[in-house]
């Protein structure tokens, strides 16, 4: 099993920044077979969406919506991903999770998720 706890999130006005981090525990095994890290986020009534995700060799993929304003990084070392959100909007309100994917498998690793406010 590999657990996941995301911190940094929290109110915000438009135009600012916040960074999310999600800490990943787990075997030594589990942890090693980790090959995508993401962030998704869901607002009120809506679907989730995949926000931004990083592999274990640092290849990139982010949500039209965010592209030039969030920056998603991996530190392996300390199993940690990171999300840089800057110049925040209201709509970009919604619970953020973190999510891991083994090799070879779907997102199956979800973190409790974590409040992003932004006001106008």
């Known amino acids: 099993q590999v657990q996941l706890v995301e911190s940094g999130g929290g109110l915000v006005q438009a135009g600012g920044s916040l960074r999310l981090s999600c800490a990943a525990s787990?075997?030594?095994?589990?942890?090693?077979?980790?090959?995508?890290m993401g962030w998704y986020r869901q607002a009120p009534g809506k679907q989730r969406e995949l926000v931004a995700d990083?592999?274990?060799?640092?290849?990139?993929n982010y949500a039209d919506s965010v592209k030039g304003r969030f920056t998603i990084s991996r530190d392996s070392a300390q199993n940690t991903v990171y999300l840089e959100m800057s110049s925040l909007r209201p709509e970009d309100t919604a619970v953020y999770y973190c999510?891991?994917?083994?090799?070879?498998?779907?997102?199956?690793?979800w973190g409790q998720g974590t409040q992003v406010t932004v006001s106008s």
């Open positions: 999510a891991a994917a083994l090799w070879g498998e779907r997102y199956a690793y």
């Open positions: 787990g075997t030594i095994f589990r942890l090693n077979a980790i090959n995508t």
């Open positions: 990083i592999t274990s060799g640092d290849s990139t």
